[in-house]
């Protein structure tokens, strides 16, 4: 990429994050975007590349769909049709020869943009705080919830604690992303696409995983809770849960000291 490509992708994305934080009127939630974006496209990006190799184009256009509308918002328009096409591609039945090809093109791309994201101050004020006075610095937990408002608040609850997180939206992927990321805890809505959060931990304890597992639920039925316990639970925890509630539990499972809330 020439240094021209680089600025003029360096301007688009920071004229881009002023007008949007300008339309949405909230600084913080531009931060989250781009936090989000950062942390979550690379690990994206490997997951395509894992389907591929697998021949599994309809699920690698499927995680390229999420990807592609970041793009626009960051006024890359015209990788975002490059992304567009690709999907077309992807979800054609039509033989592909090489389906793996465009990945080193739009990763590298990619890295381009976290490298400028990182860069700007949405990305640097966030991430501001030194990450040694962080008590769970190195933890990583998986988030498996269907639901964006929901799997947002644990996200922030958890990476205030220093930890990463990797967001599943069904019970298949949760399972996938556990078996590929191996995170240290997570947290498991019941009630998900696919297959149940109940039938997930049930796959991961099989499969050997014992990380400490958190089942949630908005429902107050007794059954549930016994359910996720006799699928392999460690504890179960009823919906919205606030955030000393979650930094407790974070705490009790990955790191021994206590913390202020």
């Known amino acids: 990429m020439s240094n021209e490509q680089i600025k003029s992708i360096q301007l688009r994305i920071q004229e881009s994050l002023g007008n949007l934080e300008s339309t949405l009127g909230s600084r913080e939630k531009i931060e989250e975007i781009v936090l989000e974006i950062v942390d979550k496209t690379p690990q994206q990006f490997q997951q395509i590349e894992k389907v591929l190799e697998q021949k599994n184009t309809k699920e690698a256009a499927a995680i390229l769909h999420k990807i592609k509308v970041r793009y626009a918002y960051l006024g890359l328009d015209d990788l975002f ?12 039945d039509q033989a592909i020869i090489n389906p793996l090809e465009p990945l080193i093109y739009f990763r590298d791309m990619n890295s381009q943009i976290n490298d400028t994201l990182k860069k700007t101050s ?75 959060g109940l039938e997930a931990i049930q796959q991961l304890r099989a499969k050997g995983v014992n990380c400490p597992i958190i089942s949630l639920s908005a429902s107050t039925r007794l059954n549930e809770r016994d359910q996720s316990m006799a699928m392999g639970a460690n504890e179960f925890l009823i919906k919205p849960a606030n955030r000393v509630t979650i930094r407790q539990i974070l705490m009790k499972y990955l790191e021994s000291k206590e913390i202020n809330s």
Do not use: C
Request: hydrophobic fraction near 45%; charged fraction near 25%; proline fraction near 5%.
């Open 81 to 92: 049709l490059e992304l567009s096409n690709w999907e077309d591609t992807l979800n054609t």
């Open 122 to 196: 949405y990305y640097q004020q966030r991430d501001a705080a030194p990450s040694e006075a962080l008590p769970l610095n190195g933890k990583v937990v998986l988030v498996a919830e269907d639901d964006e408002v929901n799997s947002m608040v644990f996200e922030l609850f958890i990476k205030e604690l220093g930890a990463g997180v990797v967001v599943a939206h069904d019970g298949n992927e949760a399972v996938k992303l556990t078996l590929d990321q191996k995170p240290d805890m997570i947290f498991m809505d019941v009630h998900m696409p696919f297959f149940s």
